[in-house]
Antibody, heavy 124, light 113 residues
Framework: EVQLVESGGGLVQPGGSLRLSCAASGFTFSHYEIKWVRQAPGKGLEWLSYISSSGSSIYFADSVKGRFTISRDNAKNSVFLQMNNLRAEDTAVYYCARVMIASGEVIVGALDVWGQGAMVTVSS | DIVMTQSPNSLAVSLGERATINCRSSQSVLFDSNNKNYLAWYQQRPGQPPKLLIY???TRASGVPDRFSGSGSGTDFTLTISSLQAEDVAVYYCQQQYSTPETFGGGTKVELE
């Protein structure tokens, strides 16, 4: 079964750090780009970050740039989101998602496989 | 940044009736090199992660019922549910992947009338 599973969420104080992991299974992980998307309670979706299949290309939303880093270990089929200097407004469910590849190895851009999400709560 | 504006914010539709959701981008999301619109639609049921419905503005993702269709090009897009089923009650989001930061619309909540 193709799936992504996030872990590492929890309660952290403002200014603290957390590291989220996204473990992939059921597909050739090293071929796929991965993105992180978050959703604050009762709110819409916010794109956060992108990492290329090799890890050589990375992007962040302005809201987290300089505080979050992203990395991947293709040998372990995992992507990591290191979150530092967390703020109350970072409270959200964090999803990792796979960038779709269409037939002919065409990268679609859309997200075809999502994890169930990891809840991050930033509060004192 | 490209701003994605969805309308309406919510709509109530009777079972078997048509639901139409609109999405407008603040600039074109059409890639000239391959003539593809980098616009996707997602469905999110309560307590669930989003599910991809439509990519490239009008291509249904694998396993998505044919009552879901996407149309539009450039800056104006539409998601249509031709005959609403009970399981279609959800929030629907559009997303552009034309440029970073990728952006989502604010969502449209579809309820049963």
């Amino acid at each position: 079964e193709v799936q992504l599973v996030e872990s590492g969420g929890g309660l952290v104080q403002p200014g603290g750090s957390l590291r989220l992991s996204c473990a992939a299974s059921g597909f050739t992980f090293s071929h796929y780009e991965i993105k992180w998307v978050r959703q604050a309670p009762g709110k819409g979706l916010e794109w956060l970050s992108y990492i290329s299949s090799s890890g050589s290309s990375i992007y962040f939303a302005d809201s987290v740039k300089g505080r979050f880093t992203i990395s991947r270990d293709n040998a372990k089929n995992s992507v990591f989101l290191q979150m530092n200097n967390l703020r109350a407004e970072d409270t959200a469910v964090y999803y990792c998602a796979r960038v779709m590849i269409a037939s002919g190895e065409v990268i679609v851009g859309a997200l075809d496989v999502w994890g169930q999400g990891a809840m991050v709560t930033v509060s004192s | 940044d490209i701003v994605m504006t969805q309308s309406p914010n919510s709509l109530a539709v009777s079972l078997g009736e048509r639901a139409t959701i609109n999405c407008r981008s603040s600039q074109s999301v059409l890639f000239d090199s391959n003539n593809k619109n980098y616009l996707a639609w997602y469905q999110q049921r309560p307590g669930q992660p989003p599910k991809l419905l439509i990519y490239w503005a009008s291509t249904r993702a694998s396993g998505v019922p044919d009552r879901f269709s996407g149309s539009g090009s450039g800056t104006d897009f539409t998601l249509t549910i031709s005959s609403l089923q009970a399981e279609d009650v959800a929030v629907y989001y559009c997303q552009q992947q034309y440029s970073t930061p990728e952006t989502f619309g604010g969502g449209t909540k579809v309820e049963l009338e």
